[in-house]
Every structure is written in structure tokens, then in C-alpha cells.
């Protein structure tokens, strides 16, 4: 028990030196490194992202020249560059086509969710709540993505994961589960990735 609190203190020292807000970086960053999400130039839609450590990552990523939204119903208290918009809004109700506006005419190149609800001590609801906000992020992911373009959501293991597995495969060309090593020990968080958006079905066609 000793050495996993000794690993897990290293993240959350690594990220005060580094000057993130939070350990939640080292997913980000571990994610990006197995499946190359972020490119220079890229415009992505961070979603859940409070206090600010994937924004910091993915701006740093997609460079002055790239685009970052960063969408939380809490206030960004950090200094971020300039290439970053901050909109507070609940990402269950907010309006898609206001972020729309703010990306390519052709969509987004990514949206990451790293969003999760408070937990409540009780495996089964904290589960379904977590599989809500995942079910959003991937419909919002659906609508602002361009084709190619790559998905990230944050969902906690449960009855619903497999669901969740299969609405990704049914968006994505490609997709991967990944745990990083940063997660704690006792958590039972996993992130599911998708691939290459397919192109969505032409509604005028016959």
C-alpha cells in the first residue's frame, strides 16, 4: 500500500513542478503518446476541463496557431495562452451549435472528455451517472468532428461499458481502451478512444 501511495504522490509532484493544476496531465499525456492525438494547428474541444491541466497540455500540443475550447461548468482560474477559449457551460445542456461556430467550418479535429460525476459511494449509481456524461461527450463528439477526426471520454467501469464500447466502434474506424498508469490504484475510471471519425451517412441520400 506504501509503494502505491509513493506512485501516486509522484504524479501529483510531478505536476506541481511542472506547474499543472492537476495529475490528471500524465492520462492526457500517456493517451496522446499511444495513439498520437494532437497535431500543430489542430482545433480541439476539451470537455470537463477544470482546473485546466489537459487544456494547458493540448494548447502547448496544437500550438499558438491551433485553436483550444475549453468547456466546464466551474471557472478556469489558471493563465492560459491566447489560443484558448474558455466557455462555462454544463456540457449536458449546453448549445452544440454555439461551439460549432468557434471551430472549422469541417469540424474539429478532436474532443476530449475527461468529465466525471461526484462520486456518492455507491459503485452502481456513480457508474450510471459517469455513463451519462460519457453518452454526452461521444454525441457531442459525433456532431463537431470533422471525418478523421479523434474522441477521448473518461467512463467508469460498469454494466454500461460495453454499450458505451459499441456506440464508439459504431463512430470510429478504430478504437482502443485504454487505462493509464496515472489512475489511481483504487479507481476504476478507464478511457475509451476513438479513431478516424467515419463520415456520418448522407440523409439525402437515396
Not at 440523409?203 to 437515396?206: F, G, V, Y
Given at each position: 500500500m506504501v509503494g502505491r501511495r509513493r506512485k501516486q504522490d509522484h504524479f501529483a509532484r510531478r505536476a506541481k513542478k511542472e506547474k499543472y493544476p492537476a495529475r490528471s496531465i500524465y492520462k492526457l499525456e500517456e493517451i496522446d503518446t499511444?495513439?498520437?492525438l494532437f497535431k500543430p494547428n489542430?482545433?480541439?474541444v476539451d470537455l470537463g476541463a477544470a482546473p485546466g491541466s489537459?487544456?494547458?497540455y493540448v494548447a502547448n500540443k496544437v500550438?499558438?496557431?491551433?485553436?483550444?475550447?475549453a468547456i466546464d461548468r466551474a471557472p478556469m482560474t489558471i493563465n492560459l495562452p491566447g489560443h484558448v477559449t474558455t466557455v462555462e457551460a454544463n456540457a449536458l445542456d449546453f448549445d452544440i451549435s454555439q461551439i460549432r461556430s468557434l471551430g472549422d467550418p469541417e469540424g474539429f479535429d478532436a474532443v476530449i472528455s475527461d468529465m466525471a460525476p461526484k462520486t456518492s459511494g455507491h459503485r452502481f449509481v456513480d457508474q450510471t451517472r459517469s455513463y451519462q456524461l460519457f453518452a454526452r461527450a461521444l454525441e457531442i463528439g459525433a456532431e463537431?468532428?470533422?471525418?478523421?477526426?479523434h474522441f477521448v471520454g473518461k467512463i467508469f467501469q460498469g454494466e454500461d461499458f460495453e454499450t458505451a464500447r459499441e456506440e464508439v466502434r459504431r463512430l470510429f474506424e478504430k478504437h482502443k481502451i485504454i487505462r493509464p498508469r496515472s489512475v489511481r490504484t483504487e479507481s476504476y475510471e478507464i478511457y475509451l478512444v476513438g479513431l478516424c471519425r467515419l463520415c456520418p451517412p448522407d440523409?439525402?441520400?437515396?
Open positions: 499511444k495513439v498520437h489542430q482545433k480541439v489537459w487544456t494547458l500550438g499558438p496557431a491551433g485553436h483550444v475550447v463537431l468532428l470533422r471525418p478523421g477526426g440523409p439525402n441520400a437515396t
